[in-house]
């Protein structure tokens, strides 16, 4: 299957490659620290779905400005500055099966760098030819940042909606999806605002399944496949899609043990007490169907766009988020 | 002498209020949670130098763009962006008498609402009539951001240079002073770059004096007048410029010292332990006497203005810089 996806992705690869150039050039520093700590990062290089998102939805719409590379570079960007500063408040140390800079350093220097990536995003947006990327990028990241500072503030928070997890969780992954799709569309084509508004919303579904499909890995992955820390959203305390569905499912005394995995001191493994006391099997069943119907509204959005192999890499790239491992 | 400067503000007071009107608009939020924490920050509002730099520049180079105060205004953001972030990373407890964010919230909280508002200042930039603003101030916040990385590597780096010091100093302050006075005189005017250049060094000039004077308030000033933490310097390991000088005037016993000052464990108050172990007394003078310079540099600048009231208010504000005590 990952095969299939690759050759629809191969038409992609100029501008794909492109990207990373761009990447390579604005990841660069003078200084030494940073200069090392970059070098690290870049061993990180993930799927850079975000950027690939973007290229794809130029190709399908017909939009063939020469600055998109640039601005998939940069949403690229924005959201490695937004992993390295999730790395220092979750306290994770692995990444990509690789130290995280804030273990490999120190958080300080985590902090810091962070803002550094941010504000080279910020200044290669400044130089395209239209402001749109500043303006949906600057907008985007200030929702992220709300969505994380509500996830932080409501650590532990089993009472809360369905729907309270979904905004948190569309802001802090759905929106940066949202952006990378509209930007694809409406990259310097002013007439473009309808088609590009219906590929944010299938970005924001995608994201959403992304982040549920996140929550799963993390409680039912294993490290070294995984290729970075699981467990870890239990151990911050935060309840995700399926431990919320395994609580509103549960009785008192449930309720209890599901809270005292998580809280109690001196718990070894938490995750492995989570999943002791309560029916998380069914939760995660559970948040699979929602990640599954966000997938296929998505899909049915995919109509708007003209029939071609690059709609059909869109296609695929929306079946890869429900089957990813990793 | 106090007194003097406000009578040489009152003509700018109205783009100030201005200023402040943007400020109050873009430092709001409907998510709770980060209106709570907008509303402490707002409580922190300090002398807001460098939006009256920015609004002088401007009148004393007879640039009147109305967009000048939300210029000024982002500059604050951006400044009180690195402010939330800083004491995150120092682990400060106190900001002008009250409890920093880091504190009265959690680290993690404070990185989000640091990186919030880097977002929201870049967001307003890009809605100005000059791409200048956003260009000047993604490429100053990258510089601090490496300024501080480099300071954050360089702990106890008491082997340091006066030149290496001034290269982090600068870029941690500096720059931002410098984007200042910059943009008062060039924002939206493309003929003005070589006095807006002048203006950037006299800036930056401006910014490392007030930098050194912090670092003399750090040791020599007392919590309850400076109204945030003091002596954090020794505690963080930073060797600043006063203290650079006592070193390179000790022999190796009192070298020793200051080191043990700075890194022996359970010294309770280690500022005072600085004091014990050295001549820190005139280091303190020596580095006052090079912000002296630096602020006569700047004056000497201000002769390529026309000679105003406003050239005038600039005159007292660098003087400022070398009697302020809090």
Not at 41 to 53: E, H, I, P, V
Not at 105 to 123: H, I, K
Not at 199 to 212: H, N, P, V
Not at 233 to 261: C, F, H, N, S, Y
């Amino acid at each position: 299957m990952t095969a299939a996806l690759s050759d629809l992705l191969a038409p992609l690869e100029p501008q794909l490659e492109a990207m990373r150039s761009v990447l390579a050039r604005e990841l660069e520093s003078d200084d030494p620290a940073v200069a090392a700590m970059l070098e690290h990062l870049s061993r990180f290089r993930g799927k850079q779905l975000r950027a690939t998102l973007l290229l794809l939805m130029g190709q399908a719409s017909g939009n063939d400005h020469p600055e998109l590379p640039e601005v998939a570079a940069i949403i690229e960007m924005i959201h490695l500055a937004t992993l390295v500063h999730d790395d220092v408040l979750d306290g994770a140390e692995v990444r990509r099966q690789l130290p995280s800079v804030n273990l490999e350093w120190d958080n300080q220097t985590a902090v810091l760098l962070g803002d550094w990536l941010y504000a080279r995003a910020f200044g290669l947006s400044t130089q395209l030819a239209s402001p749109l990327a500043s303006q949906v990028l600057a907008s985007v990241t200030a929702r992220i940042c709300v969505g994380e500072i509500r996830q932080a503030q409501g650590r532990y928070a089993f009472e809360a909606s369905q729907l309270q997890y979904e905004e948190i969780a569309g802001a802090k992954t759905g929106v940066l999806y949202g952006a990378a799709a509209e930007l694809g569309v409406r990259f310097a084509r002013p007439d473009a605002g309808a088609l590009g508004a219906e590929m944010r919303a299938l970005g924001e579904e995608l994201g959403l399944a992304f982040q549920i499909a996140d929550d799963l890995l993390d409680l039912e992955g294993e490290e070294s496949v995984v290729g970075k820390s699981v467990g870890t959203d239990v151990d911050d305390g935060k309840v995700t899609l399926p431990v919320l569905l395994a609580w509103q499912a549960a009785d008192m005394e449930t309720r209890a043990a599901i809270e005292a995995a998580y809280r109690a001191p001196g718990v070894p493994d938490r995750r492995a007490a989570l999943f002791a006391a309560c029916d998380l099997v069914t939760g995660c069943a559970l948040a699979r169907a929602r990640a599954d119907t966000l997938v296929a509204s998505a899909r049915a959005r995919l109509e708007q766009l003209p029939d071609t192999a690059s709609r059909e890499a869109l296609e695929r790239v929306l079946e890869f988020t429900l089957e990813r491992r990793s």
